[in-house]
């Protein structure tokens, strides 16, 4: 609960208070046994010289209720080990919340999969014994006149298959599915927000593991778009499930497409834990991105699409090769996908840093933090109202 003093303060200051307050309370406590709680707050009193007007900060804490719910929802998924949230796990999932929030969910099973020809998405899921299943949800507001795609990446555990992970790396590989899990807490965040937007978000999940199945470095696949791949390391399996997932955005021909992957290493030897890569092939939808983080104080900078480091990804043997030439690994990643979209406009964030924390900041405990959630909601916002 809370009580409003009998004054109050600037209400975007109340507001990013109360946020904060809230999001540093968060604990992922299910698996203690003595049950390490939330820091729950029940009441929070401000006192302040020149109150608004309580209907004021009452839509405002309703709005943050919401954005909140968002992110604690990404927070939990990215948390759970990723032996309990397999691709099965997060599509029954992403149902019950869609029907809760009021949003369509459409679940994709291996059979449709091959049928509309996701071949990353196959390749990728072969060497487990987990069923890949791809979502499609639907936000569609009253009222809308913009329509923006969300991808997501949903590795559940990334082993990197043959191209095999040390032990150490592995450790927080749990975390590869961060997109996935921010997109989901994004459009159920948009079943009670209510925003003026259509949003469509599509979401490839399987586990990258190393069975008898697997694809090996050297094999060739060919994706839905007719464009051929050379794998050559199965670690660098994130682009080519994205590459499904962008193909089919752009083809819905939306007037954005946006993705959050854990898709680098390289991005967390640029920009550290704290600030996430942004990538775009148009630099008006970017702005509008980097003016959202800059509201939510969710860093991002802008990284550069550079078009003569596409050599790195051209293949001996196919159109591309899923891995570059060393250098630069967030930016060849980056090129590899804009292959997938056409020409729409479109904004890559690489959340490898700052999606999953091995050492807690001020309002970010330590392990999953939702990255992304606020700053997407801000920008849909903005959106909707703007359009
Ligand atoms: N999931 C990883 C990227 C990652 C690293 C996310 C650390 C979060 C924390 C991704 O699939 C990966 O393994 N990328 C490789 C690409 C390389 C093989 C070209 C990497 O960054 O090393
Ligand atoms: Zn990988
Ligand atoms: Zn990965």
């Not at 930016?331 to 997938?340: C, G, H, V």
Request: charged residues 20%; glycine residues 10%.
């Amino acid at each position: 609960m809370v009580t409003f003093g009998a004054r109050a303060v600037d209400p975007t200051h109340f507001a990013a208070f109360v946020e904060g307050f809230q999001l540093a309370g968060y604990r992922f406590g299910k698996y203690k046994s003595e049950g390490e709680a939330p820091a729950e707050v029940t009441e929070l009193v401000l006192v302040a010289a020149d109150p608004p007007a309580e209907k004021t900060l009452t839509a405002l804490w309703e709005s943050i209720e919401i954005t909140l719910a968002g992110v604690t929802l990404a927070r939990d998924l990215v948390n759970e080990p990723a032996a309990v949230k397999t691709p099965t796990y997060l599509a029954t999932l992403a149902k019950q919340l869609g029907k809760e929030a009021g949003i369509e969910v459409e679940v994709w099973d291996p059979k449709r999969i091959a049928a509309e020809k996701l071949a990353g998405l196959m390749a990728v899921a072969r060497g487990s014994n987990e069923e890949p299943r791809f979502l499609r949800l639907r936000y569609q507001g009253e009222g809308a006149k913009r329509r923006v795609a969300l991808v997501g990446k949903g590795i559940t555990f990334d082993s990197g298959g043959l191209s095999l992970k040390p032990a150490k790396s592995m450790e927080t590989m749990k975390c590869d599915m961060a997109g996935a899990a921010a997109v989901l807490g994004i459009m159920t965040a948009l079943g009670s927000l209510k925003l003026a937007v259509d949003v469509e978000a599509f979401i490839p999940i399987t586990e990258n593991l190393p069975g008898g199945k697997a694809q090996k470095p050297g094999d060739v696949i060919r994706f839905r778009n007719g464009k051929t791949v050379e794998v050559l390391n199965t670690d660098a399996e994130g682009r080519l499930i994205l590459a499904d997932a962008l193909t089919l955005a752009a083809d819905s021909k939306p007037d954005a497409i946006i993705d959050l992957a854990t898709l680098t290493g390289a991005c967390m030897v640029a920009l550290g834990n704290q600030v996430a890569g942004l990538f775009a092939n148009d630099q008006a939808l970017a702005d509008r991105l980097l003016a959202a983080s800059s509201e939510t104080g969710e860093p991002l900078w802008q990284l550069p699409l550079v078009a003569d480091y596409k050599d790195d990804i051209k293949s001996a043997v196919a159109d591309l090769k899923n891995i570059g030439g060393g250098h630069a690994g967030s930016i060849t990643a980056a090129l590899f996908l804009q292959e997938f979209v056409g020409t729409t406009p479109w904004v890559h964030l690489d959340i490898a840093g700052p999606a999953f924390l091995e050492k807690g900041l001020p309002y970010t405990p330590k392990g999953g933090t939702g990255f992304g959630v606020r700053t997407l909601l801000r920008y849909l916002t903005t959106l909707a109202a703007s359009a």
